[in-house]
């Protein structure tokens, strides 16, 4: 009994060193960083500039660190106690089990349910333009989250530059509506084309490439995009972008308040009165059509032989060349259609904002679309539109903390990833299962 | 295997490898080696660690492409094909060559079924048009992707693992992934099956049960198989013609009594092949 306690004791005093240890560690690290970030401010005093110090303030947050660090330690500490004392497999592990068991056999209705509120949200009471707006930006993120999806996810072929499909998609329709005049519905296929070609010509090159190496040349093809859109001045109109590009009409009849002689507005088309609305509501369902599209088609790809040999590539090529699949044809075509969406997504740019320039495609684009899929889980559908809601629209309700967004969209990525290394949806459903979904509960019995 | 050594004919060699050598930088990995491999039996490739076994492998699946040599393969349905011009996975997808890896080499994160159904990915992507009927869902797509089905089913019977079905390959025990990586070899419908090692790891029991899949495989399907192997009591167990290795050349070729009495292989693997008899004898 007392050789318990000593042995109790002994433990918990080695505890209290290593939280002192740990804490301190923290506290001088935040000191370092807090020195410059809070202990120092610069501040305009009419025309000059003065250092004000802050030295309270910065005193106080470094407590607060230090002091999240001790209830850091104090709840790990708990939690592994937690789980010696608990008999193996705990309940806590069949709970989360269970979750994502729901999650997934759910996963049809929760994806109805995020639809249907998709399709009523610019008619419910408190939409405005600001928030179909935003609706527009966020499903804009989830197609192109889709998109890539095919490339990174299902074939895991790392692409950062991606965005350069995005730019030939918005420049093709850009370019071929204000030189050639054609319209928004004749170039959107056109757009997806022409990106797939670029897919093709980024995918041959790359054939032999895969990872960090695969990484880097995609990086720098979306650069020789950007670069060139930057100056083949004579084309593109350089830096100073391409506008007045045509909005889409509904089907022939424009959404304007008055239309020229023998074309009937939207409006008039109706019967309603014009409203600015109209355009917006109506570039709000169409890239929902488009980003429905483009998981309607990945979902079906997936149980195709075609979408299971980019999954089989991903795991293993070599074994993929032993049962006599062609590895190009497989890279080539997730390369080509993963570049087609990105490409009708940057035709339904070009539309919408009625103005590109090549600072809309920088790699910051690239980097925030392989954030959304990477941090929606290699893969997953539904992980996308949570990593694009997190990465898209949070930013944009954290306007009022100002220059905290940042930092807060940063958090958001860290918290994610220490949470769920997988991503918000790791888990993989199989393309097809010979027993059904409620019989499988108990494989271990099966044996 | 009475019945397949009888009818050892000229006509029923299923590969020929002719003078086959193959150098890296200054090592001769493999020198001057030929061998004939039939149908309706297993042929044996046993040798000392670094003898060149599994780099004859990778010559005859196209993973290299060797230095000099003829692997004339005359598939029983098709004809003949060299394998040492052809594409790496085109030995699979028109020579029909299936092969296993040393170290498994199974799609972990997929299910057990759809690694079965992967293998038959040439001919689910020919009924399904390029994806397009799929993407249709045309019922000729359906029909053959139930058909892939049922001959995945087949062989999970087969290597016992109907129950695991719905597994992740990568959560199965070893033994079963060893089994698995047959099965999905045998779902491309290869001619020639080629094994490189595939009872290690494998406890007695197990290796018992791959010796009575491996035979039931020759005698049922019809088909050559060619096998890797250190496990004496597998090789000698089944095998019906050996080829021995060392260093890269072959030292002896015939039935396994011939080969187990043979002087030559005795001193090639010194202590380890008399080891390897006293078990066995």
């Known amino acids: 009994m007392s050789e318990m306690t000593t042995s109790h004791k002994a433990a918990s005093a080695s505890a209290v060193s290593v939280i002192a240890r740990d804490t301190l560690l923290t506290a001088v690290v935040a000191l370092v960083l807090a020195v410059p970030f809070i202990g120092l401010k610069s501040d305009s005093v009419g025309t000059a500039l003065t250092l004000v110090t802050r030295w309270p303030l910065m ?44 999650g997934n056999s759910h996963m049809k209705a929760i994806g109805f349910a995020g639809f249907a509120l998709a399709v009523v949200l610019p008619f419910l009471p408190f939409s405005n333009r600001y928030v179909v707006d935003i609706g527009t930006t966020f499903l804009i993120y989830v197609m192109l989250g889709w998109g890539l999806n095919i490339v990174v996810g299902l074939a895991g072929l790392l692409d950062l530059g991606y965005v350069a499909f995005y730019a030939v998609g918005a420049y093709t329709y850009a370019l071929i509506s204000t030189q050639a005049g054609w319209s928004f519905w004749v170039c959107l296929p056109l757009a997806g084309t022409f990106a797939a070609m670029f897919g093709l010509m980024l995918g ?30 004579d084309f593109t109109k350089g830096p100073d972008g391409v506008s007045g590009i045509p909005r889409p009409s509904f089907f022939g009849a424009p959404f304007s308040r008055s239309a020229p002689e023998g074309v009937t507005t939207f409006s008039d088309l109706l019967g309603i009165e014009y409203s600015s609305m109209h355009r917006v509501v109506f570039l709000y369902f169409l890239i929902l059509a488009l980003a429905a599209i483009t998981n309607l088609f990945t979902l079906r790809m997936r149980k195709l032989p075609t979408g299971r040999a980019w999954e089989a590539l991903r795991e293993d090529e070599i074994a993929c060349r032993s049962l006599g699949i062609n590895p190009t044809n497989v890279k080539l075509s997730a390369f080509a259609l993963g570049a087609m969406f990105a490409g009708f997504a940057g035709a339904f740019f ?96 099966a044996r | 295997m009475s019945a397949a050594t009888m009818i050892q004919t000229a006509d029923d060699a299923l590969l020929d490898v002719e003078h086959l050598t193959m150098r890296f930088g200054g090592l001769l990995a493999i020198d001057d080696l030929s061998f004939t491999a039939r149908v309706h039996e297993i042929t044996s490739i046993i040798g000392p660690n670094g003898a060149g076994k599994t780099t004859v492998f990778n010559c005859l699946t196209g993973f290299y492409k060797p230095t000099v040599g003829r692997l004339r393969l005359c598939h029983p349905d098709k004809g003949e094909y060299y394998l040492e011009r052809m594409e790496g996975f085109r030995i699979a997808q028109v020579a029909d060559v299936g092969r296993t890896f040393q170290n498994i080499r199974l799609f972990p994160k997929m299910t057990v079924l759809e690694n079965l159904i992967i293998a038959q990915h040439n001919r689910l992507m020919k009924a399904s048009v390029f994806a397009l009927a799929g993407l249709l869902g045309l019922a000729r797509y359906r029909v053959a992707e139930k058909a892939a089905v049922e001959k995945a089913k087949f062989w999970l019977d087969r290597v016992n693992l109907t129950a695991r079905a719905d597994w992740e390959a990568g959560n199965l025990p ?3 992934q060893r ?3 047959i099965a999905r070899a045998m779902c491309i419908a290869p001619c020639l099956l080629c094994l490189d090692e595939p009872a290690a790891g494998l406890n007695p029991r197990e290796s018992l049960e791959l010796n009575e899949l491996l035979l039931s495989i020759r005698d ?55 080891d390897g008899e006293g078990a066995d004898a």
Do not use: C
Not at chain 1, 403 to 416: E, K, N, S
């Open chain 1, 59 to 102: 005193l106080a947050m470094v407590g607060a660190v230090a002091a999240g660090r001790v209830l850091v330690s104090l709840w790990r500490l708990r939690s592994a106690a937690k789980a010696q004392r608990a008999t193996a497999h705990t309940a806590a592990g069949d709970a989360k089990a269970s979750l994502a068991a729901w």
């Open chain 1, 204 to 233: 041959f090159p790359v054939l032999r490439l895969r990872g960090d190496y695969l990484a880097i040349v995609t990086l720098g093809f979306g650069e020789i995009i950007r670069v060139i859109l930057m100056n083949w001045v």
């Open chain 1, 350 to 445: 070009a539309t919408r904002q009625g103005f590109v320039s090549p600072e809309s495609f920088t790699f910051m684009e690239s980097a925030i679309i392989l954030a959304i899929v990477v941090l929606g889980g290699m893969g997953s559908q539904l992980g996308v539109v949570l990593a694009a809601f997190a990465l898209v629209v949070l930013p944009e309700w954290f306007r009022e903390f100002e220059q905290y967004r940042m930092f807060l969209f940063g958090a958001a990525m860290v918290a994610i990833m220490v949470v769920k290394p997988t991503g918000v949806m790791g888990h993989r459903e199989p393309t097809i299962r010979l027993h059904p979904v409620g019989k499988s509960k108990k494989p271990e019995a």
């Open chain 2, 174 to 176: 070893y033994g079963d």
């Open chain 2, 179 to 181: 089994r698995l990586e």
């Open chain 2, 220 to 274: 049922e399907q019809g088909i050559g198989i060619l096998l890797i192997e250190h496990d004496m009591s597998v090789v000698m167990g089944i095998s019906d013609h050996i080829v021995v290795l060392d260093h890269g050349r072959k030292i002896s070729d015939g039935d396994p009594a011939f080969v187990r009495n043979d002087p030559t292989v005795i001193r090639a693997y010194l202590g380890e092949a008399e």
